[in-house]
């Protein structure tokens, strides 16, 4: 199985030229290029005169898209994803280092506890927050560190 390295690259080397990104959008071509005119988007090299444009491109494709679907003007379109891909950006630096600290209780069902960190300190005893997702959804518990 890939390591997030491995995972991580491909996600930063991939490319996919301006016609398959129509395609699979359902975004045309020429609107593609608008919004590059915009400023919304950027190819990775269209010296060749090929667009191609690289995963984070693409996720920015979709989700404007989305957000036209859901009767958004381009511009509010635009700024919405910003403020997602800011938002994302956050999450994946405070899971970053969470990977080590996941305890599976249930493969099937994809159960499992999250050591969220050492982070309480109370009356001298140190605590440990950790996410839990089981039968009752997403909580959290705090438990007293040992």
Request: charge should be positive; charged fraction near 30%.
């Amino acid at each position: 199985m890939a390591d997030t390295q491995q995972i991580a690259k491909l996600f930063k080397e991939l490319k996919i030229g301006i016609g398959e990104v129509s395609n699979i959008s359902g975004v045309s071509q020429r609107q593609l290029r608008y919004w590059e005119q915009k400023g919304y988007i950027k190819p990775i090299d269209s010296s060749s005169g090929v667009r191609v444009y690289n995963f984070e491109t693409i996720c920015t494709v979709f989700f404007i898209k989305g957000k036209l679907d859901e009767g958004y003007t381009l511009s509010a379109a635009y700024e919405k994803s910003k403020s997602a891909y800011t938002k994302s950006k956050i999450i994946r630096k405070f899971f970053h280092n969470l990977v080590n600290g996941v305890e599976i209780t249930d493969e099937k069902a994809a159960y499992g506890k999250i050591l969220l960190g050492d982070n309480l300190h109370i009356d001298n005893e140190d605590y440990q927050v950790v996410g839990i997702v089981d039968d009752d959804g997403n909580h959290f518990e705090i438990k007293k560190k040992k």
